[in-house]
C-alpha cells in the first residue's frame, strides 16, 4: 500500500482527537436503538474469523470492492446482513450513468465527451460537489463500461429516445435532466443511461446476477447473515477489523488486517435517522431500498471519527410519466404557480417538490395531457369544465391558477415558454376539457425516496474525518458515502455508476494497505 500516501497524511494526534470527539459528544449514537459504538482493540482478547480485507454490504458498491481487492491480490472476506446477497442494487432499474464515448455509445453513433458528461452532470447537481469525484468518473467511464461488459452484465446494441427507463430490450436512453432547460444551456446532449438488455424493471437483477457471478468464481468468502455492529480500533487509530452479529445473535469479532470496507447502502428504512438528518425525505410515502438501508454502515463510520456530507439529501422521486402526454400539462404548487418545466426528469421534479416547494405540487391536465389509464400514481383531486370551477374546487388561491394558465396558454401557443422554456415537444395551451387537478405532493402521491447523504470519502475510497485526514484501515463506497449523486437528482444511474466504479476503486486501494501486525 502506500504507506507513505496514506501515513504521513495523518497526524495521529489528530486522529486521536477525531476519535475523541466522537467518543466524548456522542456522535456514535447517531444510530437507531442499537447504535454502533467502536471497540477499542484492547478489549479483544481473540479475533474469531481473519481476514486481509473485509467487505460489509453486498451490494454493487461492496461486490464491486471485494472483486477488485481479491483481483489484487487480497483474501477477501464479504459479510451481508440480510440472507441474500445483491442489497437494493438487485432491485434497481440497474441503470448506469456512462458516457463520453463508451462502446455501447460509439457502435450506436451516439456523439458525446467526458467534459459535456461533466458540464451536465456539475451544472444540474448541486452547490459544491466534490468536483475531483465527478471528473474521474467522466474520464474513466469507457473504461469502467467495459469492466461491467467484462463482468458479463449484458448491454444490446439498442436505443431509445422514449421519455423514462426502457420496458423493452434497449440498453440506452437518455435517463435524466439533459433534454430539459437549464441542462441544455450547459452542455449537449447525450444518451448516458445504460442498462442491461433485459425487458421490464429487471436491470438491476441482471446486473447483480452478473457480478455476484464472478464473485462466486474469484474466490472472495462470502457470509449471508452476518451485521456488522461496531468497528475494532488500534490506539494508533487504525481500524483493525469489525464486530458482526449472526442470525442467532451471537458476535463474532473479524481481523481485517489490511482494511475494512463500509458498503451498507444508505438509510432510508431507518426513521430516526430520516427524521433527523432528512425530514423531506422522511415525509415522502414510499421508502425506496431494501430492507438492509439502515445506516449501520454510516453510523460505524461516524463512530469512528468520519465526517458525514450531505446527509439531507436524496433521491425524491414524482414518477409523473410515462405516458409522456401528460408532460404538456403543467405542474403548480399549492398557490398555482409553475416553478419547473414538466418535462424535467422525475428526480429533479420530485426535488424541486419536496425540497423547494414544502412537499405539495399539483398536475393540471386537459385532454390532449390525461392520462389515458387508470392510474393509482397521484390522487385525483377535482375534475371540472372551466379552468375557473377547477380552481375553486380545488383551493387554490382565488384567481390564481386561472392566471398561471392564462400567461402559460399565451405564450405557449406562439411556441414559448418563457419561464421555463420547455421545449416544443411538450408545449401547447391547455383549451380541451376536462380539466383535472391531480395531487402530486409527497405524502399523497406515490413518491418514493431514497438518500444520498453519508460518509465522506476520497477517489480511493479512503473515509476522511472531520481535520481532512484519512483514517487508518477505513474504505467505503457506495450509498454508505456521499459520493456522485447529490440532490438534484439529475439522471438516473448516478448511484449504482457511483457504487461499481468508486467500489471498485476503493477495493483496489485497500487492497494496497500494508498487512498490519
Ligand atoms: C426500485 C429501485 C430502483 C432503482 N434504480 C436505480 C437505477 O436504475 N440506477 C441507479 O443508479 N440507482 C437506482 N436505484 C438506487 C440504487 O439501487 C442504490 O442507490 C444502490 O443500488 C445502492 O447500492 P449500494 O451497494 O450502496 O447498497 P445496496 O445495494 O443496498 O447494498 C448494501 C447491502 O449492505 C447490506 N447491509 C446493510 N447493513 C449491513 C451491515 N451492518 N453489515 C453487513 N451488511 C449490511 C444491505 O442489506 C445490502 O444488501 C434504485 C433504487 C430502487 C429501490
Redesign the pocket.
Known sequence: MDKKREGAGIGRRRVLQGLAGAAGFGLATAGAAAAPALLPRGEVKSWDITTEVLV????????SAALEARRAGAGVLL????PK?????????????AGGGTALQRSLKVEDSAEAMYNFIVSAGTLHPQLDKIQLYCESSPEHFDWLVQQGVPYKKKMTSAKG?PFGDESLYY?GNEQAWPATEAARPAPRGH?PGVPG?N??RSLMEALLARLAESGVATRAG????QLVVESDGRIAGMV?ENEAGQRLRIRASRGVVL????FIHNREMLKRYAPELYDCSVP???????G??IN?GIAAGAEALRMHQG?AIAPMYPPENVLSGIVVNQFGQRFISEESYHGVLGDAIAFHQQGRAYLITDDQSAYQMHQDNFPLVAESATIGDLATLAGFPQGALQHTVAYYNRFASVGRDPLFHKSHHYLRPLQGPPYRVWDLSVNRAFF?A?TFGGLHTDVDGRVINSFGDAIPGLYA????VAGL?TAPYAA????????TFF?RRAGRSVARQEVSA
Open positions: 460489509a454490504g453486498s451490494g454493487s458498491a461492496g461486490v459479510v451481508e446482513s440480510l446477497l445483491g442489497g437494493s442494487s438487485a432491485m434497481s432499474g440497474g441503470v448506469v450513468y427507463l435517463s442498462v424493471m436491470g438491476g452476518l451485521a456488522g455492529r458482526v458498503a451498507c447502502g444508505g425506496w431500498g431494501n430492507a438492509g438501508d439502515l449501520a454502515g460505524m433521491f418514493p431514497h463506497a457506495g450509498r454508505t449523486p438516473s444511474g448516478l448511484s449504482v455508476g457511483d457504487c467500489g
